[in-house]
C-alpha cells in the first residue's frame, strides 16, 4: 500500500461534528485509504454498489439508522452517490445523531455535490484523491526508484493497481477504460450515446497540449456545443479531465477565451488512443510530459492545501507560457520542456506586465515543481 499524503488531513476531521467525504476516480485507493485510517475501530460498511446495501439505507430516518449503527460510531458509505437521499440521511445522522461519524466516498463529483450541496452545507469536510502523486511514488520507491520510473509513468500513468503491476499495466488501462471511462460514467450522467461520448474522449486525447474549440468539437461530434460542454463537465466531474482556461487583464493582444483540457493521468490518455509505445518512439512526448507536469503539480498543492488558481497564456502573436499559476496576489509563469537546451525563456512581456516570476521546468529540475519546497508556501 502506498503512503497517501492526505492521510493525515483526514484523520484530524473525524467526530467533529460534520461528515467527511472523499472523491476521487474508481480505483486509485479511496476505500482502501479509508479502511486503513478505520483500522482498529468498530465501523458499519454499506456499499453503494451493491443493490442489498443500498437497501439498507434506502428511506433511512433516525430509528432506521440507529438500529443500521447498533453500538458502533462510524457509518463509512463507499460509492455512496448511488445511495437516494444520501445528503438527507447525512444530515439526519449529523443533526440527531451526533456520535456518528459519517464518511462518504464516491467517484462522481457530480451526483455527490447534487445529493449533498444543499443538505449538507456548512456540514461536511470535503477532500479529493487521485491517482498516486510523485511525492507519493517517492516515498514508497525512494528518490532513485522513482526517477529510474520516469518515462514509464509518461506511459503508464500512476494508478496503484498499474504501479503495483507493471508487467500487466496494459491489460490494467484497458479494463480501467471499458469499464470505468465509459460503462460505468454513461450508466451514471444517463447519457443515451455512448459513441459520442468516445469520440470526444478521443480527440481530446488527441489535442493535448493543445487548444480546444467547442466549435470544431462540435463540429467533429456533430453536436451542439451546448452538448459538448456538458459532456465537458460530466467528465471533469467524473475526474477524467479538467480544463485550463486563458489568462488574461484585458491586454489587446492576449487570447481570452479559449481553454485546454488535460487528462488526471496519462495512462489513461494513452490508452484512449491506444499508444502505449515507449517514450524514445513517441511524437507527443513534449504533450506528455506537459500533461504530467500539470496534473501532478495540482496533485500536490491540493494535497497539501495550497489554494492556487490556475491558466495558460498565450497572445495573438503566438507567445505562450504553458502554467500560470496566481495566489495571493502574485503570479508565476513555468514553461515545461523535456530537454532544456537553454533556448526555452519566459515571455519578458508577461513577466514585466505581471510583474510576475517565471521558471523552466525540465528533467533535472521537476521534482522541486513536484515536492513541496519551501518557497510553495507563497505559490
Not at 106 to 132: C, M, N, V, W
Not at 181 to 186: G, I, Q, R, T
Not at 195 to 219: C, D, F
Amino acid at each position: 500500500m502506498f503512503a497517501r499524503i492526505i492521510s493525515e488531513a483526514l484523520n484530524k476531521r473525524f467526530f467533529k461534528g460534520k461528515a467527511l467525504i472523499l472523491l476521487g476516480p474508481r480505483q486509485v485507493g479511496k476505500s482502501t485509504l479509508i479502511r486503513e485510517l478505520l483500522k482498529g475501530r468498530d465501523f458499519v460498511f454499506v456499499d453503494g454498489d451493491n443493490p442489498d446495501d443500498r437497501r439498507l439505507l434506502e428511506s433511512a430516518g433516525t430509528s432506521k439508522i440507529k438500529l443500521l449503527a447498533g453500538n458502533k460510531n462510524i457509518l463509512f458509505v463507499d460509492e455512496a452517490q448511488r445511495i437516494p437521499g444520501i445528503g438527507l440521511i447525512a444530515k439526519i445522522i449529523i443533526d440527531q445523531l451526533p456520535g456518528i461519524q459519517v464518511i462518504l466516498s464516491g467517484s462522481s463529483a457530480l451526483e455527490i455535490h447534487d445529493a449533498t450541496q444543499e443538505p449538507l452545507t456548512g456540514r461536511k469536510f470535503e477532500y479529493h484523491l487521485f491517482p498516486i502523486g510523485w511525492e507519493e511514488l517517492e516515498l514508497s520507491e525512494g528518490y532513485a526508484g522513482a526517477l529510474n520510473q520516469l518515462e514509464e509513468r509518461l506511459v503508464f500513468g500512476m494508478y496503484p493497481d498499474v504501479l503495483n503491476n507493471r508487467s500487466d499495466a496494459p491489460e490494467i488501462l484497458r479494463n480501467l477504460c471499458n469499464s470505468y471511462l465509459y460503462k460505468d460514467v454513461l450508466s451514471l450522467s444517463g447519457i443515451k450515446k455512448p459513441e459520442l461520448l468516445e469520440k470526444l474522449v478521443k480527440a481530446l486525447a488527441l489535442q493535448l497540449g493543445n487548444e480546444v474549440s467547442y466549435n470544431e468539437l462540435s463540429k467533429l461530434l456533430e453536436i451542439d456545443k451546448a452538448t459538448v460542454s456538458r459532456y465537458l463537465d460530466l467528465l471533469e466531474k467524473a475526474f477524467i479531465v479538467f480544463r485550463l482556461q486563458s489568462f488574461s487583464r484585458n491586454q489587446r493582444n492576449e487570447i481570452r477565451h479559449n481553454r485546454k483540457i488535460y487528462f488526471y493521468d496519462n495512462g489513461i490518455r494513452n490508452m484512449v488512443i491506444n499508444n502505449l509505445n515507449p517514450l524514445d518512439m513517441r511524437t507527443d512526448k513534449g504533450a506528455l510530459w506537459e500533461n504530467f507536469l500539470i496534473s501532478e503539480r495540482m496533485k500536490m498543492q491540493s494535497y497539501h492545501q495550497m489554494y492556487t488558481s490556475r491558466y495558460f497564456w498565450r497572445t495573438v502573436q503566438k507567445q505562450e507560457i504553458d502554467l500560470i499559476e496566481e495566489n495571493g496576489g502574485r503570479i508565476y509563469g513555468f514553461e515545461f520542456k523535456w530537454k532544456n537546451a537553454g533556448r526555452k525563456k519566459i515571455p519578458a512581456s508577461f513577466l514585466e506586465t505581471y510583474q510576475a516570476e517565471g521558471r523552466i521546468i525540465d528533467r533535472e529540475n521537476f521534482r522541486d515543481f513536484l515536492i513541496p519546497q519551501e518557497d510553495d508556501k507563497k505559490v
